[in-house]
């Protein structure tokens, strides 16, 4: 079974700085897709980036990019420039559709903290 | 597009009442997921449907969890009768062909 891990439970970035979080998944599929949702306090899953696993180009959004290690399973984000609004939970998800017939396995999430 | 809307938001009831989430998809996506969020357990898949018709539903707890999708625009996730273990945030999210998921806003259930 395919499972997600997150080994940072939380994380804390000085505003403007930038920090990497971490995740390492485990599939024996080649075709996949993973993602990164923020969890604001307000609790709505935000679809911050997603990667599919066929493309060797690593996704970027903005101030968001990811470093997807395909043979070391690894799928981290990188927040760049970070803002006081970036301050929420991040999941990393693993998904072996893109979203039509599959679930989305999840990690137990990090948590982020800006400072000021 | 209004997005996946849930309701109700907040939701606290008494041990043994029948508790009713709903859902309502955005326009279009034909897979709709409902998982649970607890602190103990993250994220988990419940049931999931496409087209209308459930094709997992391995993570319904036990036969107290049911879970309906009568229509493309609706569904209901039941619990009969609650119990204090099933507090936690229900979330619905329904997504389409390649499309990514949306999430709705979640419904926070207490059960007392």
Redesign the interface.
Known sequence: AQTVTQSQPEMSVQEAETVTLSCTYDTSESDYYL?W?KQPP??????VI?QEAYKQQNATENRFSVNFQKAAKSFSLKISDSQLGDAAMY?CAY?QD????G???????TKLSVKP | DAGVIQSPRHEVTEMGQEVTLRCKPISGH??L?W?RQTMMR????LI?F?NNVP??DSGMPEDRFSAKMPNASFSTLKIQPSEPRDSA?Y?C?S?????????G??T?LTVV
């Open positions: 993602f949702y307000s609790r709505q899953m935000i679809l997603r999941f998904n893109g979203g039509s017939q679930n989305l396995i999840f990690g137990k999430g | 034909n897979s997921f998982y993250g994220l988990e898949l999931y496409n094709i997992d945030v979330f999210a997504s389409f062909w390649f499309g990514g998921y949306t999430f806003s979640g926070r």
